[in-house]
RNA sequence: GCGAGUGUGGCGGAACUGGUAGACGCGCUAGACUUAGGAUCUAGUGCCUUCGGCGUGGGGGUUCGAGUCCCUCCACUCGCACCA
């Protein structure tokens, strides 16, 4: 006999639904708990990692719930996005249309699996109501001076009219069209990031919670670095060339110096020249080329020559100026002094082009010339060729150059950062309209606080050519805020990451209209208490998030630092995948018998990787669900790994979930007189209810240690245990005490149970004559002294080896304990007529002997 | 190259502060019940074996005792990468 997962597990939802068991509102006098998973992106349907990600969740919030916390568990959606925009070109459907189909779908398909969010709490971050706060924010910050605007080198394809990000950039093509994609100029919208980079670096310090891998990328992407910037003097030229170096130490080895192909001081540097057309035709020939390939590993190193000097400031040597490719705009200055001696890729430049390599820092024991050398030297050493600076070691000498430096006001000592600033402009239409028009008279102007939102136009067409707010005139023509004349619209929607920013507060007043969030109801739930999601946002979205949430703060909308208390950065869902050699990947409903079912060839098994759509290595949660219910879809995706490790999929193994819980439903639906009946003897002691206790009490504990440590997979396997032995004991069940205990140990086990797999608890809840919701319960509380045994195992090892086990009463002293030992035959056998050395003695767990 | 992580049976994975390695599940073997079973139940299942020995990627070390601590090497995965 099966259970009837479909019946039962829609029936609860109804339950849940009519009751709003889920339902939240802010109580002071509770301590609350925040529970969030990142909010799905609406693309059609739900997959493998989305029901991973919940079940993790909803597993947490539930058993919090029932510790008697006051949990928020809501849930939403990241609505903005390219893919509505394609799918508007490809299907002629509005993005808002197809957006919202795929939230009705998906949502039903969230509630299949019996998630505990209170959805009346539910946002989409496309409606207007949403992105309204953030276009306030944006003109608050506007006001704060947090945003600007700047003209920066994007990727632009001319054919689509359109600026690509870099990962749409593929061999320095439009990922679209083909199109050859350009560098071109552009003006853009910015958040001042950058401002905020030392608070953001100094909190990945305090955030305890958060996995370490996931602080050091931040750390590394905000990139600080300690150094200082210098200034060149360029002969015949008025503006000096400023870099960037953590290695001021190493300025009397500059022999020459490179500036990136982008830096505005390129051109002029050339400029009037008889080199000045090579020399454009090599900026253009670097620029060309796509991010990605130019900063390739080995890409050749190549420069060219400026025909300029600059004068070293403080050798004041006559160096020469180079355009090099190998440099950053984007890093530092744009500009580096070369230092080839101490640089590998200075050192491979200079090789390349004949100049000359200095020694100016010496290991010690060495004599490296930069005539011989291989290779820079990086390392430490004392200070040599460096005048005055001679026989300093090198963290001294950086000091001592830069104050010089300063002191002739050709240079100071700096911090760098390797962040940017957000630029959040993006020229698309399925997107937050940026709250900005452009007056003739007055310039940029910010929308008025009461004229928001800015809501995107409806009579627009989605040809795949530009942004089609630009052909949308009802949008465009607008009136300037300050002056009334004739205006025009900002037609740049702000990136999608800034609406995943701040969603997290939304959700604790979602319905709030006349703010962004009731500041009462943020300050008592935020932060988030536990945040779940992949790891493969671990820079961008926390980052922007945290930057987000600092934001509010200065805004004085919230008071705290930082929206993420506790962080979890699950694993993916692989799965191996099949090959057909005529018909390509193919899904494993398409392979029976390791042969392909159009074909009949060999399939080959691929390795295992993560679930994706295009090596069709997916498992449709849909047909999981209808086949074994949401229960086991569930329990499978919390058992098979550790939470925060990659999750192989495994058929059988959901078979042995769904093995499981028909298991638990025979046990109890067996047993269920003894649970109704209503009996409460507890006196008489047997060796069945010591068993009874002990399991009952160990479980407990094990699951609710578990729990707390995000071992989920350990807390199911002890639930698995203690049902094995509840199987065992069953027939051992007679004395009124003991069947008093058996009842009360398998409704706890339910109760145990219920965070992972709710639908069938509930239902077997109500079999063994509950009226209440099995979710309402309180977390079960376990008792130390049961766990105690009368007696333990203590084991005897010689010599380092186990000869023997001694079942001793518990807490038996080491006297008694050794005597016990030694008296042992087995024991016996190995130390008779030996020197005991030594004697070991762990109470309640070992006794070592060492025998010579 | 830099940084982080992982490595345990046929497989997924357990093992608290060093204290019986392999919990739980899958698979497999045998048996029971069955017309039959891919349902269910029971027993067994690291490897080699006669006592006994060997086993947590390899090698070394500390210790009475090491999956766990230290050194070293290897493999794989992920992130970052011409960052001046």
Redesign the pocket.
Do not use: W
């Given at each position: 006999m099966?259970y009837d997962h479909t019946k039962i597990e829609s029936s609860w939802q109804k339950l849940w639904e009519k009751h709003k068991s889920y339902k939240v509102e802010k109580d002071e006098n509770k301590e609350k708990f925040y529970c969030l998973e990142m909010f799905p992106y609406p693309s059609g349907k739900i997959h493998m990692g989305h029901v991973r990600n919940y079940a993790i969740g909803d597993v947490l919030a539930r058993y919090k719930k029932m510790k008697g916390f006051n949990v928020i568990h809501p849930m939403g959606w990241d609505a903005f996005g390219l893919p509505a925009e394609n799918a508007a070109i490809k299907n002629k459907i509005h993005p808002a249309k197809w957006t919202y189909s795929n939230i009705n779908f998906m949502k039903e398909q969230l509630k299949k699996l019996g998630l505990s969010y209170d959805w009346d709490r539910e946002i989409a971050t496309c409606d207007p109501e949403y992105y309204k706060w953030e276009q306030l924010v944006f003109i608050k910050m506007m006001e704060k001076g947090l945003v600007y605007n700047k003209t920066s080198n994007v990727n632009w394809c001319d054919d689509c009219n359109t600026v690509l990000a870099n990962e749409q950039v593929e061999e320095g093509k439009c990922w679209r069209c083909g199109n050859e994609v350009e560098i071109k100029e552009l003006d853009g919208w910015f958040f001042k990031i950058s401002e905020y980079a030392e608070e953001l670096l100094d909190y990945t310090y305090k955030l305890k919670g958060w996995p370490?891998?996931v602080l050091?990328?931040q750390r590394?992407w905000i990139?600080k670095?300690h150094?200082a910037k210098i200034r060149f003097p360029v002969k015949g030229f008025d503006t000096p060339i400023e870099v960037?170096?953590?290695?001021p130490d190493t300025v009397y080895g500059a022999t020459f110096m490179l500036i990136?192909p982008e830096h505005p001081l390129a051109k002029k540097l050339i400029a009037g020249t008889e080199k000045e057309n090579e020399g454009l035709n090599f900026i253009k020939d670097v620029l060309k080329e796509d991010k990605i390939s130019?900063?390739a590993?080995d890409?050749e190193?190549k420069g060219f020559f400026t025909g300029r000097y600059a004068m070293n400031p403080i050798t004041k040597e006559q160096i020469p100026v180079y355009i090099g490719?190998?440099?950053?705009m984007?890093?530092?200055t744009?500009a580096?002094m070369a230092v080839p001696a101490h640089?590998q890729?200075d050192f491979d430049f200079a090789k390349a082009y004949n100049l000359p390599i200095r020694v100016v820092i010496q290991p010690e024991g060495e004599n490296l010339s930069g005539d011989t050398m291989g290779e820079a030297y990086a390392g430490e050493g004392i200070l040599v060729n460096s005048g005055e600076f001679n026989g300093l070691d090198v963290e001294t000498a950086k000091e001592k150059i830069t104050e010089y430096l300063r002191e002739k006001e050709v240079g100071e000592k700096t911090v760098n950062y390797?962040i940017k600033d957000w630029g959040i402009s993006r020229q698309r239409y399925w997107g937050a309209p940026i709250p900005v028009v452009y007056c003739k008279k007055c310039g940029v102007v910010p929308v008025k606080k009461e004229d928001l939102p800015v809501k995107l136009p409806l009579d627009v067409e989605f040809t795949g050519i530009g942004n089609p707010l630009e052909s949308s005139e009802e949008f465009i023509n607008t009136t300037c805020p300050q002056c009334s004349a004739p205006a025009k619209r900002e037609t740049d929607t702000m990136d999608t990451f800034v609406e995943s920013s701040w969603y997290f507060i939304r959700f604790c007043s979602p319905k709030c209209n006349n703010a962004p969030f009731v500041k009462e109801e943020g300050n008592y739930w935020m932060p988030v208490d536990q945040y779940i999601g992949g790891?493969e946002h671990a820079?961008m979205h926390l980052l922007y998030a945290r930057f987000f949430t600092k934001i509010l703060r200065d805004l004085g909308f919230i008071d705290i630092d930082e929206p993420f208390q506790n962080l979890l950065t699950q694993g993916m869902v692989c799965k191996e995948t099949h090959k057909c050699p005529i018909h390509g990947w193919l899904f494993p409903e398409e392979v029976e018998n390791g042969k392909c079912i159009i074909c009949d060839s060999e399939v080959e098994v691929g390795r295992v990787e993560k679930m994706s759509k295009s090596k069709k290595n997916v498992v449709d949660p849909d047909l999981l669900i209808k086949k074994y219910g949401a229960d086991t879809a569930r329990l499978f995706s919390l058992f098979?790994?550790?939470p925060d490790?990659?999750l192989?999929w495994?058929d059988?193994?959901v078979?042995?979930?769904y093995?499981?819980i028909?298991?638990i439903f025979r046990l109890i639906t067996k047993n269920s007189e003894i649970c109704k009946t209503n009996l409460n003897e507890k006196s008489e002691e047997s060796d069945t209810t010591k068993e009874l206790e002990f399991n009952l009490h160990s479980t407990i504990k094990k699951v609710t240690e578990d729990i707390e440590t995000f071992?989920l997979?350990?807390a199911?396997?002890a639930c698995?245990?203690f049902t094995?032995k509840l199987?065992?004991l069953e027939n051992n069940v007679n004395t009124e005490t003991e069947k008093t205990l058996f009842a009360e140990s398998v409704k706890t086990l339910l109760v145990l149970l219920t965070p992972f797999i709710p639908h069938v608890c509930e239902e077997l809840w109500k079999i063994t004559g509950n009226e209440t919701f099995i979710s309402d319960q309180k977390w079960p509380e376990y008792d130390e002294k049961k766990i105690v045994r009368d007696t333990t195992?203590i084991?005897v090892?010689i010599?380092?080896?186990?000869r023997a086990?001694l079942d001793l009463p518990t807490d038996t002293g080491k006297e008694e304990a050794l005597a016990a030992a030694k008296s042992n035959e087995k024991v016996q056998k190995y130390i008779n007529g030996k020197n005991l050395a030594?004697e070991?003695f762990?109470p309640n767990?070992?006794i070592?002997l060492?025998i010579k």
């Open positions: 099966r370490e891998k050091t990328m590394n990139g670095s150094g960037f170096t953590t290695r990136a130019r900063m590993e890409k190193k490719n190998y440099v950053l984007d890093y530092g744009g580096i640089d890729r390797r790891v820079i098979a790994a550790p490790r990659d192989e495994s059988q193994g078979e042995g979930c093995r499981f028909n298991r071992h997979n350990t199911v396997a698995m245990e094995n199987y065992q195992t084991v090892q010599n380092g080896k186990v086990n030594k070991i762990v767990k070992l070592s060492v």
